[in-house]
C-alpha cells in the first residue's frame, strides 16, 4: 500500500487507537498476527498477517472495514471505493 507524504504520524495515531469493532472483526474472522511495516524510502507500507482458514480479501465487502478504509482515505493513496491502493507482491523465497 502507498502512504501520503507526511502521513505516517498520523497513520501510526490512528492504528493505536484502532476502533474495538474493527479489532474485534478481524480477531473473529481469523486473523492471529497482524503487521504492517513502513519503508521510509519509497513511503510503502507492508502487511504480514497469519490467518486461521479464512480468505482475509473478503473483508473488504465488511461495513466496517469499508468505513475504515474511508476514515484513512485522506492518509493513503486509494481507489474510488476507498480501498487502499496496493501492490501484490510476488512470493520468491521460503525457508
Excluded at 505516517?8 to 493505536?16: G, V
Excluded at 474495538?20 to 519509497?42: A, C, Q
Excluded at 507492508?46 to 472495514?65: A, H, K, M, R, W
Aim: proline share 5%; glycine share 4%.
Amino acid at each position: 500500500m502507498y502512504l501520503k507524504p507526511d502521513a505516517l504520524e498520523e497513520y501510526k495515531k490512528r492504528h493505536r487507537e484502532i476502533w474495538p469493532e474493527l479489532k474485534s472483526l478481524l480477531e473473529t474472522s481469523g486473523i492471529v498476527n497482524y503487521h504492517i511495516f513502513h519503508d521510509p524510502d519509497t513511503n510503502c507500507l507492508f502487511t504480514y498477517q497469519e490467518t486461521q482458514g479464512i480468505d482475509s480479501q473478503s473483508l473488504g465487502e465488511n461495513p466496517i472495514v469499508q468505513k475504515w478504509w474511508e476514515y484513512m482515505r485522506d492518509l493513503m493513496e486509494t481507489h474510488s471505493n476507498n480501498a487502499p491502493r496496493q501492490t501484490n507482491l510476488e512470493k520468491v523465497f521460503t525457508l
